[in-house]
């Protein structure tokens, strides 16, 4: 393994751990959900439509 790669296997484990972090706080968790609901009501009514 490179310098290089090492390099980028630590960068992108650093930002997995930052994700799963950041998807822990109770509001963006909120947040996601309510878009997820958007989405799935969004793709039903065209689904409806067609």
């Not at 799963?20 to 793709?43: G, M, N």
């Amino acid at each position: 393994m490179t310098e290089a790669d090492r390099v980028y296997f630590a960068e992108r484990e650093e930002k997995e751990r930052a994700m799963a972090e950041h998807a822990r706080d109770p509001a963006i968790a909120l947040a996601h959900r309510r878009l997820a609901e958007a989405y799935a009501r969004r793709l039903r009514e065209a689904q409806a439509s067609v």
